[in-house]
């Protein structure tokens, strides 16, 4: 306000039209020179009367606030702006969610070219971090979270599926301790909830020899395939496997699934960017 009104008055050369310009009084006016003059410390205005002229520091400061105040035009207008296709929406979830919806949000860029998607996958852990940090928009994660500044919304579930080589038609404990089991990041936690409601048997992971690790989601079910051993995975990471003939994917009678939860920022405003991914996700996951 300061400077507007010292452009103002350099603008007319007179404080009473620069008053009534500025719905002012000439008082006021009077006032904010005054009090830029000793926020900057320097004399701005060289006095004759009723007139002035400005000091050497006056042109410098009118020519550097002209500009600043031509840059804040409109910024009322600018800021308010929120288009719904345009701009970042980033974006984190476990490796099989997002192999389910990465490459639907790639061709709903295709469509919205403005529109740029960051995904990258990553543990519950690590989403839950980046979340409550609002490194990201929207997080993925397939467990709850005691953060208070996390808002999760259940969305649906994703059946655990037991996969083995097609050498193995009715998998019995036998099969699967001879096979040995095929790791992965959320390996443990998989096998642990699905074999030990459908297997007695089933005391700890441990009681399997370990045939092989990948923490690649897409190349997990590629040792399985070899007949290496077997492993647990989310549907959806076993629907995006392309060769899927030369494995088995066994169902039980006591299903288990994860439920998937959406996750936002509670005090984070919500951008019509990714109100719009948010709608899209839901599309493709109810497909």
């Not at 004759?48 to 804040?72: C, D, M, P, V, W």
């Not at 959320?186 to 297997?199: E, I, K, R, T």
Request: charged share 20%; proline share 5%.
């Amino acid at each position: 306000m300061w400077l507007r009104s010292f452009c103002t008055l350099v603008e007319t050369g007179h404080f009473t039209h620069t008053a009534e310009k500025l719905y002012m009084t000439q008082s006021g006016v009077s006032q904010h020179i005054k009090k830029l003059e000793q926020y900057l410390e320097h004399p701005l205005l060289t006095r004759h009367g009723k007139k002035f002229t400005l000091t050497q520091a006056g042109e410098r400061l009118y020519n550097e606030a002209n500009q600043i105040i031509l840059s804040l035009k409109d910024l009322d207008k600018r800021i308010s702006i929120d288009p719904r296709y345009e701009g970042i929406v980033r974006i984190a979830s476990p490796g099989s969610i997002g192999l389910k919806l990465y490459p639907h949000l790639l061709a709903f860029q295709q469509q919205h070219p403005e529109l740029v998607i960051d995904y990258r996958f990553a543990p519950n852990h690590e989403i839950e971090t980046l979340l409550a940090e609002q490194r990201i928009d929207i997080g993925f994660m397939t467990r709850l979270s005691n953060k208070a500044d996390i808002t999760l919304n259940a969305i649906g579930e994703e059946a655990l599926l037991l996969v083995t080589p097609t050498s193995i038609s009715t998998p019995n404990w036998d099969n699967l301790i001879e096979l040995g089991f095929i790791d992965h990041p959320d390996g443990v936690y998989h096998a642990s909830q699905l074999l030990s409601v459908n297997y007695p048997e089933f005391k700890h992971i441990n009681q399997f020899k370990r045939s092989g690790f990948s923490n690649q989601i897409n190349l997990i079910l590629e040792p399985v395939k070899l007949g290496l051993g077997f492993t647990v995975l989310p549907r959806y990471a076993v629907d995006a496997f392309e060769d899927k003939t030369h494995v088995n994917i066994h169902l039980f009678g006591n299903e288990v699934s994860e439920k998937i939860y959406l996750g936002t920022h509670a005090n984070r405003f919500i951008p019509n960017r990714v109100e719009a991914v948010i709608e899209e996700i839901m599309t493709c996951l109810n497909a």
